[in-house]
Structure formats: C-alpha cells, structure tokens
C-alpha cells in the first residue's frame, strides 16, 4: 500500500518568507509525528498529534513553527519568517497507534533551504 | 534535544565482517528502536526493544538493552554492500505522556566495502 508522503520534495526560499510542509500518513494511521533533520544529525522532534487529543508541540524550536492536522489526515507544518537556521530536512512520520509501542512510517522528507 | 550518543560516529568494514554500534541514553525509557536512513529508502524501522527485554533478534540484526547502563548495541552479522546507510538509536521515554515521541541519536555511518 501506500506509505507516508510529504510535498514538496524540495524547497528553496527566501529569508522571511513563509513555507508550509504537507504530510499525507499511511491510512488509517492515527498517530502523526513531525521531525527535523539538520545536516549529519540525527532527527529532532517538533510536534506530535493523536486522534482528537491536544497535540504535544513541546519539540517546536519558536513560535515561527506551527503545524495542523485535519482529523487522521493530513498535516501541515508552517513556518513563518524562515530563518537560514531553518535549513533543514522536515520528516514526518506515522504509526498505527501511540505509545511508541508500534514503529513510525517515515515519508521522504521535505529539504528546505532558506537563502 | 538530543538523548542519545552514538559510537562510533563512524565505521568501515568489509563485506561479510560483522559491524557492531552502540548507543547510550539518559533517561528511563519505555523503549529503544534502531532505524535505518539511506538516500534510496529514507529512513526505515529495523527493530524495538522493550525495557524489560535484554536481547532480540531480527534476521541478520542484534540488538541488546541494558538499563542499568543505559546503553545498547546494534550487532549487523555477515554485513552486505547494501547494509551502507546511517544507523540511528531512538528512545521513548518514560513521562512521555504515553506517545510514541522518540528522541533520535546522532547517527553512526556504516559503510560496508565489497
């Protein structure tokens, strides 16, 4: 079946301005998980949702970054005013349930390059 | 924030040696999971390891837990050119509030020599 997508694949931007990520989870997966990855490091969470529970934004670096999910679909990660710090792959993944008992499903990611 | 440290950061092998990777944590944790990325398939779950577990086997992967050190290692037998990737430790950690929220380590790069 189909796995986890993300889109763009790519995207170049300009300092300040505003970006936003898609993530489309495997279906019927009901946990959905965003992720940083900067060059040679590993992965950094930013935002976990869960069915209709209050998402868990503790890994969100500033108030610039903000993510939605639309019910067990799909997601957008936004960033406002991109910082070249900003620069990085945007992961997501899924997983058919919480608790980190099931393994997460990663799409191909998002490189973002802020000039 | 980062949990987990990894070593080596980087290791190099010939095909069909074994490769060994270690990965130490900080905190108490509910489980430990090893992922694989590459630029072919991205990154992709190997294997899980639950707290109270001390060794699990998966094909040619081993994976061992010890808590009381909080570290654990990631055996890859008779390595093949394919196994050339980055290999990463997650941690699920306890007071997660019962989510999957995994805190990644560094990475250890593997390359594998025909």
């Known amino acids: 079946g189909a796995g986890v997508s993300q889109s763009p694949s790519n995207k170049v931007t300009e300092k300040g301005k505003d970006v936003e990520l898609r993530c489309d989870p495997i279906?019927?997966?009901?946990?959905l998980y965003w992720y940083r990855q900067r060059l040679g490091q590993g992965l950094e969470f930013l935002i976990y949702?869960?069915?209709?529970?209050?998402?868990?934004k503790s890994g969100l670096p500033s108030d610039r970054f903000s993510a939605e999910r639309t019910g067990e679909s799909v997601s957008t990660l936004t960033i406002q005013r991109t910082q070249q710090e900003d620069s990085a792959v945007y992961l997501c993944?899924?997983?058919?349930?919480?608790?980190?008992?099931?393994?997460?499903?990663f799409g191909p990611g998002t490189r973002l390059t802020v000039t | 924030s980062q949990q987990g440290e990894e070593d080596p950061q980087a290791l190099s092998i010939q095909e069909g040696e074994n490769a060994t990777m270690n990965c130490s944590y900080k905190?108490?944790?509910?489980?430990l999971q090893w992922y694989r990325q590459n630029s072919g398939r991205g990154l992709v779950h190997l294997i899980l390891?639950?707290?109270?577990?001390r060794e699990k086997h998966s094909g040619r992967l081993r994976v061992t837990l010890d808590t009381s050190k909080k570290s654990s290692s990631l055996l890859i037998t008779a390595s093949r050119a394919a196994d050339t990737a980055s290999y990463f430790c997650?941690?699920?950690?306890?007071?997660?509030?019962?989510?999957?929220?995994?805190?990644f380590g560094q990475g250890t790069t593997l390359q594998v020599k025909p």
């Open positions: 905190t108490s944790i509910n489980n």
């Open positions: 993944a899924s997983s058919l349930w919480s608790g980190g008992s099931y393994e997460q499903y």
């Open positions: 390891i639950r707290s109270n577990e």
């Open positions: 997650a941690t699920n950690e306890k007071g997660s509030g019962n989510t999957g929220k995994l805190i």
């Open positions: 949702f869960q069915g209709n529970s209050a998402p868990d």
């Open positions: 279906s019927g997966h009901t946990a």
